[in-house]
């Protein structure tokens, strides 16, 4: 049994004879002297990723203006900082847009300005107090000019994602990126062979105080993150670092189209062997690490799970998605990730760099749960109108024109025989039919491509739906595609003025 | 040279590709196709001093033609090397090479512009 402490190998990395591997290199060392030989052989294996950190941020400390002022609210190049505390701290969080430039331009874009070096203007508010009787602020600074700038990511270095594609017939924007329509693709994020939780599953090295890579200088890990929830392999960090050490190599803004700005976060832990266990679990493969494909079509937080399917396979470039083979893309960075995992491997070797044992381990029993919602959500079946008119596709256009005018209802939805909802009519397409004077069949008329819903969606995501196709009614229909109702934009209006 | 033309839904189920063939002799050689009930778009190559004639001929015949040398650049700076883009392209001008490097061949690209809307990073722009 090989023991090894953590003081015997910092005293090598002093010496210079420690043997530094990166994750990667690790898998074929244990593969050639089983994990003994490797504790024996290896003291530290580097491990690193490089992807969207959306719960990243950073502290800052601007000192105090003359006369002084105590901030309430704070803007930073017209994006908002949080400033309800203290007089002159603020954090700037990654994924707040801005007031002019929405999507485009978000706090990720003002953390990278910052570690580039460039100027910032800076508008804040008070209301004034004795003691900080000035009102308005409005100066320029850069990040030579603030006290402090600490990052402080409240969730990084997610254990694992899950990989994403879409059911439905039209393209979503998501922070997984562009999913384009019928499981045309596949995304997935994290450095698999690399990434650093998957090379400690048992927290045995990663804890409150280890010091590790982050952002190209020394950062630590301050504890678990939000949403830990180690028992379904969720595990995630809480991590800390000086902004002012860092470098946009490794730190960079992003902005994802349709969902908005997020910040990429390159961090890598090393992993000091102190035993065979170490070993064994640092030579952990991508065909090792399972992760689960979730159909973003469904837009719900409970998402089901495709298949499960592994890093090497999503890795491999295409996975078999319901017998169709689809391509594959990462939205985090492996080229990156291997950079990391090889630069922390240099400062060690350098003796730059010294290994850390927590001073407090990771819990290892947290779960994370749902929003407690106090007010139960309504479901479109309870505010739909059931009592809706259908009409046959093989209907004429004279039958279609005569049901909209008695029923006083511009929408009709239209069935096959087997009374299946087939398309939908609507008062516009009639009139456009008398326009070009084309009295055809309904089937010639109506519009084929119909966005629907059904009686247990969530009203917000039918609002959601009305909203982002430009329409203003839903068919309902049931799991036959059996027309059992219609909600419209005005029930929605209804439901919503009486919420508020 | 690469050209893209597209055909209205009210002339689409005319031969008129044919036609501009037959009348130009031009050798078009034709490297996507995409028609549904709202349009089509062809993505063709044909040696450039033909362009002027089948070009001619097509708009004659309703058809839009746009040549296509304005292919996807890409910022190196700015680009982190994910590979968001490749499984997005429908031409496959992205691929990560062994060292997952990202590779590009603009060559290919018939200037869609879907990777601009996936890049994260803003790093692809068409045209420059
Ligand atoms: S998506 Fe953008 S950043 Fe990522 S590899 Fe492609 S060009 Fe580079
Ligand atoms: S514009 Fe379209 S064809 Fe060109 S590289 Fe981008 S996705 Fe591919």
Redesign the interface.
Known sequence: MVKKTIHEINGRIRDGSVNVVTAEEMVDIVGELGAEGAAKEVDVVTTGTFGAMCSSGVWLNFGHSEPPIRINKLWLNDVEAYSGVAAVDAYIGATQASRSKGLEYGGAHVIEDLIRGRSIDVHGTSSGTDCYPRKVIDTTINIYDLNQAIMLNPRNSYQKYNAATNSTNHTLNTYMGTLLPNHGNVTYSGAGVLSPMHNDPNYETIGTGTRIFLGGTQGYIVGEGTQHSPESGFGTLMLKGDLKEMSSEYIRAASFEGYGTSLYVGMGIPIPVLNEDIAKATAITDDDIVTNLLDYGIPSSNRPSIRSVTYGELRSGSIDVNGKEVTTSSLSSFKKSRQIANELKDWIKAGEFFVSMPVERLPRDTACNSMKLSSVNPLVGDIMTSDVSIIQAEASFNDAAKTIMDKQFSHLPVVDKNNSLVGIVTAWDISKAVAKAEYDLVKDIMTKDVVTTSPDEAIDIAAFKLDSNSVSALPVIDAKKQVVGIITSDDISKLLARRQ | MKIKISIESSIVTKPILAEAIVETGALLNISQAHFDNTHGEVVADIPSEQFGHIRDSLVKKGAEVVVLDTPISRDEEEC?????????CPVGVFS?AD???LEVDPDKCIQCG?CL??C???ALVLGQ
Do not use: I
């Open positions: 982190v090397e994910c590979g968001a883009c490749v499984s997005v990560l060292d997952w490097s879907t809307t996936m994260p990073h803003n």
